[in-house]
C-alpha cells in the first residue's frame, strides 16, 4: 500500500497544516515540507525498483465484480514525475515562505498545494484510466483554488474560471476518449491498454478516442488553440506559477501523450494532429512571447512554446522523438521553476514585474540576476545549459522528420524559426531586466532578498549547469528509466554529449541563436505591428464572447422554464417523462402483457386495493383541506405497508410504516405554520389540463408496470438468496443487501442524508414564524400546551420504545429490523417527548443539537469499510463468525453490525435535527415557550 498511502499523505498533510494556521506561518511551512518529504521517502524504495527495471503494481480491491480496483503503478515515468512534483514541491514551499506577506495565508496556500500535489501523484501513479481521471479532474479544481488563491482580486477569479472551464471541458472530452478505449482493449487498466496499440490502432474507434483524448491533453498543456488560459492564470502567487507551469499541472497533459505514447502513435492522425498542433504553439507561443512586457506574461508564454516544443516531439513518433520528448520535460521543469522564482523575487523587491520599469538591476541585485540570467541561457538554448542539449535533439529529429513526411525544409525552417524567437525573448528578459538602462518609477528599491529565498533558485541553477556540462553522469539514468516506460521498450542509442560534431542540428542552433540576437536588436518594428494587432488576435476575446453566450442562452432558457410556478415545472417534467416513456413503449413491437399467470385476486387483496383506489381519489379531491388530504395520504401508506406484508416483505413494511409515521410528523409540523385550506388558485381549463396529463401519466406507468409484472424476471434475487448466509452472515436478505452486496449505496445513501440534515438546520437556523394563536374555526388555541396525561405516558412509553429500537436493531442481520429501521423507531420516540413534554424539558434531558450523532455514525461507516482493507479485501467487506459465551452460548458476531451503528446513528440524528428544528422556528428568541407548539 505504499503508493495509496504516499497519494494519500498530501490529502491529509493538506487537512493538518489547515488546522495549523494559527499556529504560525513557521510551524505551516515545516509541516508543508514534512508532509512532502514523508510522500517522497514512502517512495523511494519503489523507485529504486524502478531502476532496476521493475514495474510495481498495486493493487486495492474496491468493486471488484465492476472491475472497479484502486490500482498504481510506479514505472520509470512515474520516477520521473515523482521527483518532479515532490522536488521542485519542495522547493516551492520553501520558496513561498519568504515570498507571501504576512498579510496572506499561508496556512492555506500550503493547503492547496498538498491538495494539488497529491491529485498530481495520483494522475502520474495510477494503473485504471477512469482513477486517473478522477485525480486529473481533482488537479483542475485545486489549480483553481490556487490561481484563485488572491480572491479579493478580479484577475485572480476571471483566470481561475477560466482555467477551470477549459480543463474541465477537455476534462469531459478525457472521460469520453478513456471509455472508448476501455471499450477497444477490454479494459482500463494501463498494463493491459499498452500491450494492445496494434488492436487500437486498427479498431474503427481509434480515431474518435484519439481526438477526444488529445482534447483532454491539448487544453491541460495549453497546447493551441486552448493556450489562451495559462497566461491568464498568472494572477496567481508567483510560488504557484512557478509549481504549475514548470513540473506538474501543465505538464499533465504531456504526461498523457507520453504514457499512451505505445497505444495511440504511429499512425498519420497521431503524427499530424500532435506534431502540428505541437509545432504550431511551439511557434505561436515562441513570437507572443517576445512582445509581452509583464515578465510572468513573457515566462507564461515561453512556457506555451515549450509544452509545444514536447508535443511536436512526441507527434514525430519516433523513439528518439519520444526520448527527445521526455528529457525536454526533465529540462523544462528545471530551468522554469528557477525563472518563475526569479521572476518572483524582482517583483518582490521591486513592487512591479513590468520590464519597461525595472530596467538597470543588475547593479542592485547580481547574485539574482547572475541566476536568472544562467535559467535564461537554458531556455535559450545556449551550449553548457540543460536546455542546449534536448533542443539539439528537438532539431536533429525536426530535420530527420522533414525528409521522411516529405515536407522538406519547411519543418526543420518552422523550428528554427520558433528557436530564433525563443532566443529573443530570453535575450529580452535578461537584457530589459538588469541592463538597458535605470529603473522608472520603482514603487520599491530594489535590493537582494533574503538568503533563504534564493536557495531554491541557486539548487535549480546549479542542476541547470550540472546537466548541461555532465549529462551522462547526472541525469541519463533518469532519462533511460523514464524513456524507457515511455517506449515499453528498449531506449535507443543516443548519446548527451555537448559536441556532435558539424551537423544539421548544429547549424540550426546556431541560426537560432544568431538570428535571435538579430531579432531582438531590431525588435521596435515588430512591437509596433503587434499592438496595432493584439487586440484582434486574443484567444480570450473569443472565449469570453462565447461564454456571454452560452450564460444567455442559459438565461434565456431559465426564464421560460423557472416561472415561478411550481405547477407549470411538475407539468412539464410530467409531460416529458410521458413522452419519453410513450417512445420507449411503442418502439417495443412485443406485446403489453407478458406470458407470466397471474395471481387469483382474493377477498382482503380486493378490499385493499379498493380502499387504496378510494384514499388516493379522496386526498385528490380534497387536496384542498389540508389536513383530511395528509390523513387520506397516510392511509395510503398504510395500505402500501400491508401490501408489502402481504408478499412476504416484512422489512419493508416495517420500513414503510416507520418513514409514514416520521412524514405524517413533519407534514403536521409544516402545516402548522399554514392555513387550514388551501386557496383555489388553477382556472377550470388549467384543472382540465392537469387531470388530463394526471391520467395520461398515471395509465403510462400502469401499463408500464404490467407489462413489467406480467413477465418473468429472474435477476439478482436468487443470487442474493444463495449468497445471504454464506457470504454475508445474515439470514436477513434485505439487511445483507444493505450492510454487505450494496453496502457502498447504503453508504452514499447516509452520506445524503446527513448534508440534507445539515442543510436543513442551516435554512432553519435563523428563521423565526409566530405560532397561529387560533384554529381555522377561530377558536383560541387551549392554554394546557402540554397535558399531563400524553407527557405521563410519553415518558413511560420512552423506554419500552428504546427497547424495541434496541431488540429491532439487534435482530436486523438475520430477522427483520435493521439500522434504519430502528433509527426511524427511536426519533420517533424522541420527538413523541418533544410533542408531549415541551422543547425545554426534552432539551434539559436531551442534547440541544445531533449533530455528533451524525457525525459519529458516517465515521463508524467509513471506518467499518476501510477495516477490510486492513485485511486485503474490497471495500465495507464485512466478516462474521460464530462464538460461544458461558452462559449466553453460541452466537453470531458480524462486522456488518458497525456499519449498521453507524446507519442507526445518522438515520436518528438527521431525522431529529430536521424535526425539531422544523418544530422550533416558531419559538420566540426572548422567550422560548411563549408560543405553544402545537400541530
Given at each position: ?364 541585485m547580481p547574485h539574482t540576476a547572475t541566476l536568472a540570467m544562467v535559467a535564461s541561457a537554458a531556455m535559450a538554448g545556449v551550449p553548457l545549459a540543460n536546455g542546449f542539449l534536448s533542443k539539439e535533439m528537438f532539431f536533429a529529429e525536426a530535420a530527420s522528420a522533414g525528409s521522411e513526411y516529405r ?34 518609477n520603482l514603487p520599491k528599491t530594489p535590493h537582494e532578498p533574503v538568503r533563504w529565498m534564493k536557495v531554491p533558485v541557486e539548487i535549480l541553477v546549479v542542476l541547470v549547469l550540472l546537466v548541461g556540462i555532465f549529462p551522462a553522469q547526472t541525469v541519463e539514468p533518469l532519462l533511460a528509466v523514464a ?453
Open positions: 500500500m505504499q503508493l495509496f498511502l504516499a497519494i494519500l499523505t498530501p490529502f491529509f498533510g493538506a487537512a493538518l497544516v489547515a488546522g495549523l494556521a494559527r499556529h504560525g506561518r513557521t510551524v505551516s511551512a515545516w509541516t508543508a515540507a514534512g508532509v512532502t518529504a514523508a510522500a517522497l521517502l514512502q517512495l523511494l524504495p519503489l523507485m529504486a525498483a524502478s531502476f532496476a527495471g521493475t514495474t510495481t503494481i498495486e493493487r486495492l480491491p474496491w468493486i471488484s465484480s465492476a472491475g472497479l480496483d484502486l490500482v498504481f503503478r510506479m514505472d520509470g515515468l512515474g520516477v520521473l514525475f515523482v521527483l518532479l512534483i515532490l522536488g521542485i514541491g519542495l522547493l516551492v514551499i520553501l520558496y513561498a515562505h519568504y515570498y507571501l506577506s504576512a498579510r496572506d495565508s499561508l496556512s492555506r496556500l500550503y493547503a492547496y498545494l498538498l491538495l494539488f500535489m497529491g491529485s498530481m501523484l495520483g494522475v502520474v501513479l495510477s494503473e485504471n484510466l477512469i482513477q486517473l481521471l478522477i485525480f486529473w479532474e481533482l488537479t483542475s479544481l485545486s489549480s483553481f483554488l490556487l490561481i484563485a488563491y488572491w480572491r479579493g482580486r478580479e484577475d485572480a477569479r476571471s483566470g481561475a474560471r477560466m482555467a477551470l472551464a477549459i480543463t474541465g471541458a477537455g476534462g469531459l472530452a478525457l472521460l469520453a476518449g478513456f471509455i472508448l478505449l476501455g471499450h477497444m482493449v477490454g479494459s482500463f487498466e494501463l498494463t493491459q491498454v499498452l500491450a494492445s496499440g496494434d488492436l487500437v490502432r486498427a479498431h474503427p474507434l481509434y480515431l474518435p478516442a484519439l481526438l477526444l483524448i488529445l482534447l483532454g491533453a491539448f487544453t491541460k498543456s495549453a497546447q493551441f488553440p486552448f493556450h489562451f488560459w495559462l497566461p491568464n492564470a498568472m494572477a496567481a502567487p508567483t510560488p504557484v506559477s512557478a509549481y504549475l507551469h514548470s513540473a506538474t499541472m501543465v505538464k499533465a497533459g504531456v504526461f498523457l501523450l507520453a504514457r499512451l505514447f505505445p497505444v495511440l502513435s504511429g499512425t498519420d492522425a497521431w503524427t499530424w494532429l500532435v506534431g502540428g498542433i505541437g509545432l504550431t504553439t511551439f511557434l505561436l507561443g515562441a513570437v507572443l512571447a517576445l512582445f509581452k512586457h509583464d515578465l510572468k506574461g513573457l515566462l507564461a508564454y515561453s512556457t506555451i512554446s515549450h509544452l509545444g516544443l514536447i508535443t511536436a516531439l512526441f507527434g514525430i513518433g519516433t523513439p528518439m522523438a519520444a526520448l527527445a520528448g521526455v528529457f525536454h520535460i526533465i529540462n523544462h521543469a528545471i530551468f522554469k521553476a528557477g525563472l518563475f522564482m526569479a521572476a518572483g523575487i524582482i517583483d518582490h523587491e521591486c513592487g512591479t514585474r513590468d520590464m519597461r520599469r525595472i530596467n538597470g538591476l543588475w547593479h542592485a515536407l522538406g525544409w519547411l519543418l526543420p525552417a518552422v523550428a528554427t524559426l520558433a528557436g530564433i524567437f525563443a532566443v529573443a525573448y530570453s535575450l529580452r528578459f535578461i537584457h530589459d531586466v538588469f541592463f538597458n538602462g535605470e529603473p522608472v524513456a524507457g516506460a515511455v517506449l515499453q521498450g528498449p531506449v535507443p542509442e543516443h548519446s548527451l554529449a555537448i559536441w556532435h560534431g558539424f551537423n544539421p542540428a548544429l547549424w540550426m542552433s546556431v541560426i537560432a541563436l544568431v538570428g535571435g540576437a538579430v531579432l531582438y536588436r531590431f525588435r521596435r518594428p515588430l512591437f509596433q505591428l503587434h499592438d496595432r494587432l493584439d487586440k484582434r488576435l486574443q484567444g480570450r476575446l473569443i472565449f469570453d464572447a462565447l461564454m456571454q453566450g452560452l450564460f444567455g442562452t442559459a438565461e434565456r432558457l431559465t426564464r421560460w422554464l423557472d416561472t415561478a410556478s411550481l405547477q407549470r415545472q411538475l407539468a412539464l417534467f410530467v409531460v416529458s417523462t410521458l413522452v419519453l416513456g410513450a417512445t420507449g413503449l411503442l418502439l417495443v413491437e412485443a406485446p403489453l402483457t407478458g406470458t407470466r399467470a397471474l395471481l387469483a385476486v382474493d377477498g382482503v387483496s380486493l378490499m385493499a386495493g379498493l380502499v387504496l383506489t378510494l384514499a388516493t381519489l379522496a386526498a385528490t379531491a380534497l387536496h384542498r383541506q389540508r389536513l383530511t388530504a395528509l390523513v387520506l395520504t397516510g392511509a395510503v401508506g398504510l395500505i402500501v405497508a400491508l401490501v408489502f406484508v402481504k408478499f412476504s416483505a416484512p422489512d419493508l413494511a416495517l420500513t414503510q410504516l416507520s418513514v409514514e409515521v416520521v412524514t405524517v410528523i413533519l407534514l403536521l409540523l409544516a402545516l402548522y405554520f399554514l392555513p387550514a385550506t388551501t386557496p383555489r388558485e388553477s382556472s377550470a381549463a388549467r384543472r382540465w389540463r392537469d387531470a388530463g396529463i394526471a391520467l395520461l401519466a398515471g395509465g403510462g406507468a400502469a401499463a408500464l408496470a404490467w407489462a413489467v409484472l406480467t413477465r418473468s424476471n429472474d435477476g439478482l434475487a436468487g443470487f442474493f438468496l444463495e449468497n445471504s448466509v454464506p457470504g454475508g452472515g445474515g439470514g436477513n436478505v434485505v439487511n445483507v443487501i444493505l450492510v454487505d452486496f450494496r453496502g457502498f449505496d447504503t453508504f452514499g445513501e447516509i452520506t445524503v442524508l446527513a448534508i440534507a440534515a445539515v442543510g436543513i438546520f442551516a435554512l432553519l437556523g435563523n428563521l423565526r414564524l409566530p405560532g397561529p394563536t387560533q384554529d381555522a374555526s377561530g377558536r383560541a388555541w387551549d392554554s394546557d400546551t402540554h397535558p399531563m396525561i400524553l407527557a405521563t405516558f410519553a415518558r413511560l412509553l420512552l423506554p419500552l420504545a428504546l427497547l424495541v429500537s434496541v431488540f429491532i436493531f439487534l435482530r436486523g442481520h438475520n430477522l427483520p429490523g435493521g439500522g434504519f429501521i430502528a433509527g426511524l423507531i427511536t426519533a420517533v420516540a424522541l420527538i413523541v417527548q418533544y410533542l408531549a413534554n415541551g422543547v425545554s424539558w426534552t432539551h434539559a434531558r436531551l442534547p440541544a443539537h445531533t449533530h455528533p450523532w451524525i457525525a459519529a455514525g458516517l465515521i463508524i461507516a467509513l471506518l467499518t469499510g476501510l477495516a477490510s482493507w486492513l485485511f486485503g479485501r474490497p471495500f465495507l467487506t464485512s466478516a462474521f463468525g460464530h462464538f460461544d459465551w458461558p452462559l449466553v452460548g453460541e452466537f453470531e458476531l458480524a462486522s456488518a453490525m458497525a456499519f449498521d451503528l453507524g446507519v442507526y446513528l445518522v438515520v436518528v440524528g438527521a431525522t431529529l435535527l430536521i424535526l425539531i428544528n422544523l418544530g422550533l422556528v416558531h419559538r420566540a428568541s426572548a422567550n422560548p415557550e411563549a408560543t405553544p407548539w402545537k400541530p
